[in-house]
């Protein structure tokens, strides 16, 4: 009887040894060498648009026209965007680039000018508006019957753009309602407010 017991337990140690040896009871995954995975991020570029385009200016005085054009856009994102290193330009060019840092906040309008001189003229503008002076013109400068404002993320993608085939004096174009409508030619323009 204990010869039967020993053989027994022989035979199982035998097993027991054999399978630890050649890890046929570990295995229970598999391993693929050199083979990475990563989550990969879509761009999804910040929602600017551009809402108002003061191209034909009045300004008493003799300023200069293109000192004193202004763009209006509106951040639609749901958190701020700094829009340093973007780009402006109009139908003509040049890429004017935001060489500093331009912060607009979630759900906000911001200004963009040539000439600082142009603030004091719109004393409307509410006061935390953004506000960004190129120092050069809108791209060219923008015409009075026709143009585009075209802006571009640092990437160079084009965020927003319009474009306009008639003027009139005094007027912008401006979307109506804000935001979401279509650019009709506004008499009273609104620098830093919505129609
Ligand atoms: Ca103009
Ligand atoms: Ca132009
Ligand atoms: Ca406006």
Not at 165 to 187: C, M, Q, T, Y
């Amino acid at each position: 009887m204990i010869k039967i017991i020993k053989s027994f337990f022989v035979f199982f140690a035998l097993i027991f040894i054999v399978t630890t040896a050649t890890g046929a009871y570990l295995v229970d995954s598999t391993t693929i060498p050199n083979n990475q995975f990563s989550i990969g991020t879509w761009y999804s570029p910040p929602e600017i648009i551009i809402n108002e385009v003061y191209y034909d200016v009045d300004i008493p005085g003799g300023q200069a026209e293109w000192q004193n054009e202004w763009v209006e856009i509106y951040n639609n994102s749901s958190s701020q965007v700094n829009l340093k290193n973007w780009k402006i330009s109009d139908l003509a060019g040049p890429d004017r680039i935001f060489l500093n840092d331009f912060i607009i906040p979630s759900k906000s309008f911001a200004l963009i000018t040539n000439n600082n001189s142009t603030w004091s003229f719109w004393p409307s503008i509410p006061t935390l508006t953004p506000k960004y002076e190129l120092n050069a013109n809108i791209g060219s400068g923008l015409n009075q019957t026709s143009d585009s404002v075209i802006l571009k993320d640092d990437l160079g993608n084009i965020i927003s753009q319009m474009s306009y085939s008639s003027g009139s004096d005094k007027h912008s174009w401006e979307r109506s309602p804000a935001v979401s409508g279509n650019f009709i030619l506004n008499n009273i323009p609104s620098p830093g407010l919505g129609i």
